[in-house]
T-cell receptor, first 115, second 114 residues
Framework: GNSVTQMEGPVTLSEEAFLTINCTYT??????LFWYVQYPGEGLQLLLKATKADDKGSNKGFEATYRKETTSFHLEKGSVQVSDSAVYFCALSGNSGGSNYKLTFGKGTLLTVNP | EAQVTQNPRYLITVTGKKLTVTCSQNMNHEYMSWYRQDPGLGLRQIYYSMNVEVTDKGDVPEGYKVSRKEKRNFPLILESPSPNQTSLYFCASSLSGTGRYEQYFGPGTRLTVT
């Protein structure tokens, strides 16, 4: 079945530091890939997505590139802010039909950014 | 405002007392789903629905029921809750279940079963 592995947290950075959260996946066919963010006390919201190989998703200064050859979708941001403190989830959704309509999530990475 | 709403947001109950968590979306989405979030396990799908009257099991359906009588509503029913169902529950919806569309999440329902 499908699976997502993302780097364990927590990750603690100083403001303006560079962020990378690694994410690799296992899936059949050509899944769509997502990063969701969960701010304290809130539900998940989509941060960015990519639906085919070599696509780059970007939003709010975050970027991730769909790399089929390495089955990866690493999240990066050049300069983090205190307001970026949250839990980040990598997820995939299969496109081959059947039981693959669900989102398969990684376990989440807690990011704390200190001023 | 486009949104997914859940009620209640917090619930403390006792073992065996039937409860329903409601979920409603105002985006005319076909696909709806329930997830539970547990520490160290991430989010896992409980049930999903491709459209009205079409539901199917996710990864962890035991102890739960759902129904989809109307497009906008997708209630989660725990007929005899047990302590291992203590968790944070999220409802989500999507334009369709083809996989390419993002899912919109509700704010969550924190359930404690004693």
């Amino acid at each position: 079945g499908n699976s997502v592995t993302q780097m364990e947290g927590p990750v603690t950075l100083s403001e303006e530091a560079f962020l990378t959260i690694n994410c690799t996946y296992t899936a059949t066919g050509y899944p769509s890939l997502f990063w969701y963010v969960q701010y304290p006390g809130e539900g998940l919201q989509l941060l960015l997505k990519a639906t085919k190989a070599d696509d780059k998703g970007s939003n709010k200064g975050f970027e991730a590139t769909y790399r089929k050859e390495t089955t990866s979708f690493h999240l990066e941001k050049g300069s983090v802010q205190v307001s970026d403190s949250a839990v980040y989830f990598c997820a995939l959704s299969g496109n081959s039909g059947g039981s693959n309509y669900k989102l398969t999530f990684g376990k989440g990475t807690l990011l704390t950014v200190n001023p | 405002e486009a949104q997914v709403t859940q009620n209640p947001r917090y619930l403390i109950t006792v073992t065996g007392k039937k409860l329903t968590v409601t979920c409603s979306q105002n985006m005319n989405h076909e696909y709806m789903s329930w997830y539970r979030q547990d520490p160290g396990l991430g989010l896992r799908q409980i049930y999903y629905s491709m459209n009205v009257e079409v539901t199917d099991k996710g990864d962890v359906p035991e102890g739960y029921k759902v129904s989809r009588k109307e497009k906008r509503n997708f209630p989660l029913i725990l007929e005899s809750p047990s302590p291992n169902q203590t968790s944070l529950y999220f409802c989500a919806s999507s334009l369709s279940g083809t996989g390419r569309y993002e899912q919109y999440f509700g704010p969550g329902t924190r359930l404690t079963v004693t």
